[in-house]
Antibody, heavy 114, light 110 residues
């Protein structure tokens, strides 16, 4: 079955880091970029970054540069996104999506609260 | 960063035709086209159309995408209650070197 399975919801304090995972199945993981997109409650979609699992090439939205780190483990077809120095405005559902946005995970709710 | 411009809301009657627009510039829509995504409340987005205006398998033929200059459009004919959702356009911006999204259009089927 072609799918992306994300890790569970997280609650973090301001200043902390969060690492979200995204496990792919049903397609050749290393052949397609993985995008990360977030959505605050009631808001639109906001692109965070992408990574190519094969080459390691990455691209980041300017506002997240320096705060987001993406990695992949091709042996288990899993991508990771770590966001540091969390603030309340980072509270959102974080989605992973395959290269052309034709496959999405169900999302991971990250709540930043003191 | 600059995104794509979509009207916040569109309302049409049952079985009517809705055309949603997405305006960018020559660095994004004009050069790369736009993909269209549908999102129902509480669910992840779903791809309706690739940037080359092709539909993924399983997407209704009632939906068609096109582009003219820096504006992309999604036309939905024979509107059904299940078409009521938020619609987003997205593409690559070669100046920003980033993926950009529109702010989304909420389609209401009356």
């Amino acid at each position: 079955q072609v799918q992306l399975v994300q890790s569970g919801a997280e609650v973090k304090k301001p200043g902390a880091s969060v690492k979200v995972s995204c496990k792919a199945s049903g397609y050749t993981f290393s052949s397609y970029d993985i995008n990360w997109v977030r959505q605050a409650t009631g808001q639109g979609l906001e692109w965070v970054a992408y990574m190519n699992p094969n080459s390691g090439n990455t691209g980041y939205a300017q506002k997240f540069q320096g705060r987001v780190t993406m990695t992949t483990n091709t042996s288990i077809s899993t991508a990771y996104m770590e966001l540091s120095s969390l603030r309340s405005e980072d509270t959102a559902v974080y989605y992973c999506a395959k290269e052309n946005f034709d496959l999405w995970g169900r999302g991971t709710l990250v709540t930043v609260s003191s | 960063q600059a995104g794509l411009t979509q009207p916040p809301s569109v309302s049409k009657g049952l079985r009517q035709t809705a055309t949603l627009t997405c305006t960018g510039n020559s660095n994004n829509v004009g050069n790369h086209g736009a993909a269209w995504l549908q999102q129902h409340q509480g669910h992840p987005p779903k791809l309706l159309s690739y940037r080359n205006n092709n539909r993924p398998s399983g997407i209704s033929e009632r939906l068609s995408a096109s582009r003219s200059g820096n504006t992309a459009s999604l036309t939905i004919t024979g509107l059904q209650p299940e078409d009521e959702a938020d619609y987003y356009c997205s593409t690559w911006d070669s100046s920003l070197r980033a993926v950009v999204f529109g702010g989304g259009t909420k389609l209401t089927v009356l």
